[in-house]
């Protein structure tokens, strides 16, 4: 089963997206307690009462008048990690946070970022984009700033927030809560409906600053920026200057016209901006007859990455108008030239990369680095740096069935870079040159990194696209990767190294298309890394695979960040509490641990915390999407077994794995549930862990167009029902949570 974005699916879910349909053969084949620097109640008041505070956070959450009559007492005591009390499961429109913490809206979408730029009115009529905060708020990474505004990576009362603005609330063509009435929903699109939707996405940055024991976002900051899909960005690395990256718009091949469809983050161990290009392809149009105006083999590259002919785009942007901004969403052959220079056949093999980003100096060159290899990005995550030795940048493709990347860099890590005089010219140091690795998991718990460049027979020899060099390979990664025979995923989304022992956890966030009795190319039987095939009823639906998804992670073996070989296990398999735990519920989560997508993860740098967020539509009969605090162990702490399967023709299915030691109350609790209808995603925090961001993704994502002027049909409110800002659409929004003693986040 192979969907392109075509109009059928417009509203459903951009990252449910297959075009896996190779048939290489997918293999059957800290911290518990800890002594806080300081951790007295503060006598200051607490977060003011309380825009977006949790049911559970209001009773702990005194008025705080009593802050002159308090003198702080620096009495050090015993922290204990994940001593909160659990959040229960919730369908309610509202942000819970454990009792003892406040969760307050900070920015959110249309927030102005500057002076000149009036306030967000929130009913369809405002414009400006390009000097407001963008839509669904997704990976977010924070940068701190000194009292006096310098740049200072430990500054704690004062930084920045770099995010990405991922994409918009759609009913068919139309963004439909930035217009009026809804906008439009068929061809053409009138331009100022374009120019808006295309403005929201990208990138922003916005200083944060905190006064008393309040943060808010500083207005007019000259660190705050809007990045668009408009924005110059230059490409870097092997495929700079390539015939496959001549545009219009770039006749030299070195530059792409904007970023798009910005998912997970990284941070760079030199202090930038790392962000995913992730579903950008369905952007982007191709007439029914581009395939024989083409006539050579990008029609394979092109249909690998989501855009057969005749496949409509998400928005129709390219009927905007007849200025080239319009015109470069129109992927057809359309221009006499050879090289593709008088049109946008090429522009696809611009988008899909990590990008890098000074978010401190607006100055510097945005650039996409192209030796990290071209595919559905999620989150960036860097191995711990070692003086000395190799960097290692940890990557995931996310449709069903991709596959799990990393970066080696040729550069050897010198610890000067911690704090260098020009950050982007670092990155070119590591992130230009390097090698692409992805990975191939066997039944017995091992794995390798098998090499994607031409000195692979496979990949030179590979029948179903002929690679012309690296830059060739990069960009068209996904094919590289089935020539050789790699590993099949359940959707790769974040990833990220636990700091204490270097281990990589990835979330394979569902995959629909797991079947004990596969049929066509796109359907993959469970496998060792991907087990489970099962049925987890949504009310009285049935959803099919492995719909509640898991998390698997990477003890690398000799030669550490350089590896070529690792050994894994499944950290934890989602599921509801309730679910047979010898099918289902393998780790058996109890009510307060059950998951469902896990999408987001992060470890905290600061606590050792593994955060985890959910981006579900499975469970959410039940409850919205959730963040949960955990303390792993590590790869092989638990134990093998064998699911059995019964096979249509009779037989038994019998797939070993490694499952990771089970939770306990101790190290796996629910921290936040979520408004209506919202993703949560984004962790980012201030180095002392004290205050954590995170983003509340397309709340009331599945209210209906035709409802737009009944704010009474709006499924969610939020952040408006939490006295956030003006109007009762929901927009996506950071929220700050803080704990109410001083503490850090997570304990
Ligand atoms: Fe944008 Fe795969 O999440
Ligand atoms: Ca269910
Ligand atoms: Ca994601």
Redesign the pocket.
Known sequence: MNKPNDLAIRATD??DIDSNASHDNHFNSILNARLSRRNWLRGSAVTAATAVMGSMGLSACGGGSDAAAVTPTPTPTPEKLLAFTAVPKSLADVVSVPAGYTATALYALGDSLRAATPAYKNDGSDTDFDNRAGDHH?GMEYYGLSAAGAPLASGTERGLLAMNH??TTDEKLSSHFLHVNGGTTTLPRPAAEVDKEVAVHGLSVVEVKKTGSTWATVNDSAFNRRVTPLTDIELAGPVRGNALVVTKYSPTGTKTRGTI?N??TGKSPWGSYLS?E??WAGYFTRSATDNAARGDKSVVSLNRYGRSQGGASRHGWETGGSDDKYARWNLSKIGASADGSDDYRNELNGMGYIVEMDPYDKTKAIRKRTALGRY?H?SAAFSVPTVGQQLAVYMGD?SRNEYIYKFVTTAVWAAADATPADRIATGDKYLDSGKLYVAKLAADGTGQWIELSLSNAQIQTYGAYKFADLADVLVNARLAADAVGATKMD?P??CSVNPANGEIYYTL?NNSNRTVNPSGSSQLAPDSANPRAYTDMKGSSAQNGNPNGHIIRFKEGTGAAAATSFTWDVYLFGAESGADASKINLSNLTADQDFSSP?GLAFSPYTGICWIQT?DGAYTDVTNCMMLAAIPGKVGDGAKSTLNYATAAGGNLAVDTFIGKKPTADTLKRFLVGPVGS?I?GISETPDGKTMFINIQHPGENTALANIGDPSKYTSQWPANAGYGAGKRPRSATIVITKNDGGRIGS
């Open positions: 951009l990252n997704d991922e994409a469809n998912c997970g995913g992730e579903n559905a999620e996310d959707r989304e974040w966030t999408d981006d993703e995603t």
